[in-house]
């Protein structure tokens, strides 16, 4: 499974961002789809996971009720769509894909890993 991810860019506090992830090749064993975070000189935290068949999702606390997480299962893709940025949220995104939809807050657990996307947030 590869995953490209894209549409990250330098935006201003309050402003919205939308990042995709497109997913090809075999991938009849995932089970889902995440967006993981990771600032300089931090830790990789969890954003937000969906199922592959769309119908579940799941946030980190510090994104709920800001960011959204969708599926487009014929385009094999997946978004985020970012609203009221904070420079908190600044960091390279991370999309991944799991086997294990009960595991996807653990960034060890996924199999699959796209190349990242560097957002940055201005005050």
């Known amino acids: 499974v590869q995953l490209q991810a894209s549409g990250g860019g330098l935006v201003q506090a309050g402003d919205s961002l939308r990042l995709s992830c497109a997913a090809s090749g075999r991938t009849g064993n995932i089970d889902a789809m995440g967006w993981f975070r990771q600032a300089p000189g931090k830790e990789r935290k969890f954003v937000a996971a969906?199922?592959?068949?769309?119908?579940?999702?799941l946030y980190g606390d510090s994104v709920e009720g800001r960011f959204t997480v969708s599926r487009d299962n014929a385009e094999n893709t997946m978004s985020l769509h970012m609203s009221a940025l904070k420079p908190e949220d600044t960091a390279v995104y991370y999309c991944?894909?799991?086997?294990?939809?009960?595991?996807?807050?653990?960034?060890?657990?996924?199999?699959?890993w796209g190349q990242g996307t560097k957002v940055t947030v201005s005050s």
């Open positions: 969906i199922t592959w068949s769309g119908d579940l999702t």
């Open positions: 991944a894909a799991t086997r294990q939809w009960r595991m996807v807050r653990f960034a060890s657990k996924y199999d699959y």
